[in-house]
């Protein structure tokens, strides 16, 4: 009777002190463990294992719901999900995470707002949002190029000589898409206007196009001036048929002589549709008059030289006066300059 007393009495304490394998809120009953096993149990989470039969307890993706809710529940934890889950030898385990209200918050609607926050940051970052062309126009630092190239930027940065500057601009010019520009050189060569184009005159157009997927150097490209007017007869622009590409914007076209006759600006490169005919452009682009340049200087008092002299080493002239620009501003501002019109291409 003794030994009786003492072999109940350790049975008792053996179950009261020894930790459970399979704990839930609802204690399993014992033929349920041939359908589930709860194994490495902890407060966050557990593992899974359900075996693949006829089970009264339904599809095994039901047993590991009922198992997990359970085991959270039996932690205090109000919600769980399943991690990942993997098949082997007729059993298939689940791996599930247990956590309460607060953290179940944290994951549906702060981290969104987190990202949010993160995207907010990042649209209102300087970034580089697109490059061109320009150009020196006297040898004290001043440049030009289009209005749309530096006039909607931040920050503009010109690249000369493999050297990096910041141009500070000075004016621009909405309406004929020109803007005035300085950085901080001296005796730097420069480009002399001429008195005006020539139809039919040969013409070279220098910059940077494509700069990015071709290379950093300069390009030059050939044509003629084949009208004096641009689109619905804009008399301030010239029409050219020197090919031209995002990135030769601001960028100069000289004569034979070498000198500037005008500023690129833009090529037409949508089908124009007349009826039932469709048109491709080609070689159709255009550049800004060089007359309509010398007013824009001097209404703000730079000073520039105009010549109708043939210049010795056209190219190599072009070559030391023409500069990359890149521009830099928020994304926020850029999309909107670019609904408004004012900018053509942006980097995103």
């Known amino acids: 009777m003794k030994q009786l007393f003492i072999t109940f009495l350790f049975i008792i304490l053996t179950g009261c002190f020894s930790t459970p394998e399979y704990q839930y809120n609802v204690a399993p009953q014992k033929d349920d463990f041939r359908d589930h096993i709860a194994i490495n149990n902890f407060e966050k989470g557990g593992r899974i294992e359900v075996k693949i039969d006829n089970s009264d307890w339904g599809s095994p993706y039901n047993i590991a719901n009922r198992a997990a809710l359970s085991h959270c529940k039996y932690y205090g934890k109000t919600h769980y999900k399943f991690d990942d889950d993997t098949y082997y030898e007729g059993r298939r385990t689940y791996n599930f995470s247990c956590f309460d209200d607060e953290v179940a918050l944290d994951i549906e609607i702060q981290k969104p707002k987190i990202k949010q926050k993160k995207n907010n940051i990042q649209r209102e970052q300087l970034r580089l949002i697109g490059s061109g062309t320009g150009f020196f126009i006297n040898s004290k630092g001043f440049l030009v190029s ?75 490209t050939k044509g003629i001036i084949s009208s004096l007017s641009g689109p619905q007869n804009n008399f301030s622009l010239i029409q050219i048929d020197a090919a031209i590409q995002p990135g030769n914007s601001g960028g100069p076209i000289l004569n034979s002589k070498g000198n500037l006759v005008g500023v690129a600006v833009g090529a037409i490169n949508s089908p124009i549709i007349k009826g039932d005919t469709i048109t491709i452009p080609q070689n159709i682009n255009f550049g800004i008059k060089s007359e309509i340049l010398d007013n824009f200087l001097k209404a703000n008092n730079v000073k520039f030289e105009s010549s109708n002299e043939k210049i010795n080493g056209l190219d190599k002239l072009a070559l030391s006066s023409t500069i990359k620009l890149n521009c830099y501003n928020t994304l926020r501002e850029a999309r909107k300059y670019q609904k408004e019109g004012l900018v053509r291409n942006i980097i995103e």
């Open 146 to 220: 289009n209005n749309h190239v530096g006039g909607v930027c931040k920050k503009v940065k010109a690249i000369y000589n493999s050297n990096e500057y910041d141009a500070n601009i000075v004016a621009n010019d909405i309406i004929n898409d020109l803007v005035l520009a300085k950085v901080e050189l001296n005796d730097n060569a420069f480009l002399r206007l001429s008195n005006g184009g020539k139809f039919g005159e040969d013409i070279k157009v220098y910059g940077f196009p494509l700069s990015d997927t071709l290379s950093s150097s300069l390009k030059v």
